[in-house]
């Protein structure tokens, strides 16, 4: 596809449930990036990945968030446990290399925990 | 940690009016400034940035101004269009790494 894919694009699941959203970059670009946006709120900044690892996890909120990018290509953002406070779009933003500064944004991921 | 401080929450502006938001950060490292705009159920997508070796940049109705010294810079939209109503992100990063994002502004249009 020609933009950032990301699915699903609505998931409703109960509190104390394990989610797994998912990411497919532009094609050719290494560097991939997580934000939360609450309603009203800026994108907040979750974790990127240059290739395969996680250059910089720092805004992870705890340790029931966690992603992978095992091929450099495709991400899995992983909630563990879900309360109800997770409940937010998940964006997930990619770029020809971390250097190069211009995010391309998927349309993001809205997750409702009930 | 808010980094990126924008103003105001929300604009409405006459259709052909002016509209100009304003971002303040913090971190001197700081050396890449976008703006990002987002329609709803869409994902932001960059407007126009500036690295602030220049004190202005424009591209069509959008310019940026930047001042260094008061750590400063802001998003002019001139002859302002019914289209032009979104919410607009300032944000910053270090080489690119790491965009922090503000809050927002929702801009609203008037026809």
């Known amino acids: 596809g020609a933009g950032v894919s990301q699915t699903p694009s609505n998931k409703v699941t109960e509190k104390g449930k394990y989610v797994e959203l998912r990411c497919d970059p532009i094609?050719?670009?290494?560097?991939l990036y997580w934000y939360r946006q609450s309603l009203g709120q800026g994108p907040e900044f979750l974790i990127y990945?240059?290739?395969?690892?996680?250059?910089?996890d720092s805004g992870l909120p705890n340790d029931r968030f966690f992603a992978v990018r095992p091929e450099g290509s495709v991400s899995t953002l992983k909630i563990q446990r879900t309360e109800r406070g997770d409940s937010a779009v998940y964006l997930c933003?990619?770029?020809?290399?971390?250097?190069?500064?211009?995010?391309?944004f998927g349309e993001g991921s809205r997750l409702t925990v009930l | 940690q808010q980094q990126v401080k924008q103003s105001p929450q929300s604009l409405i502006v006459q259709k052909g009016g002016i509209s100009i938001i304003n971002c303040a950060y913090e971190?001197?490292?700081?050396?890449?400034f976008p703006w990002y705009q987002q329609f709803p159920g869409k994902g932001p997508a960059l407007l126009i940035a500036?690295?602030?070796?220049?004190s202005e940049k424009k591209e069509g109705r959008f310019t940026i101004s930047f001042n260094k010294s008061a750590k400063q810079f802001s998003l002019h939209i001139m002859d302002s269009q019914p289209g032009d109503s979104a919410t607009y992100f300032c944000?910053?990063?270090?080489?690119?790494?790491?965009?922090?994002f503000g809050a927002g502004t929702r801009l609203f249009v008037k026809a």
């Open positions: 990945f240059q290739g395969t690892g996680a250059a910089d």
């Open positions: 971190n001197t490292a700081f050396d890449y």
């Open positions: 500036i690295r602030p070796d220049v």
């Open positions: 933003a990619s770029s020809l290399t971390a250097h190069t500064g211009e995010l391309f």
């Open positions: 094609s050719g670009h290494t560097a």
């Open positions: 944000a910053a990063s270090i080489s690119g790494f790491k965009t922090i």
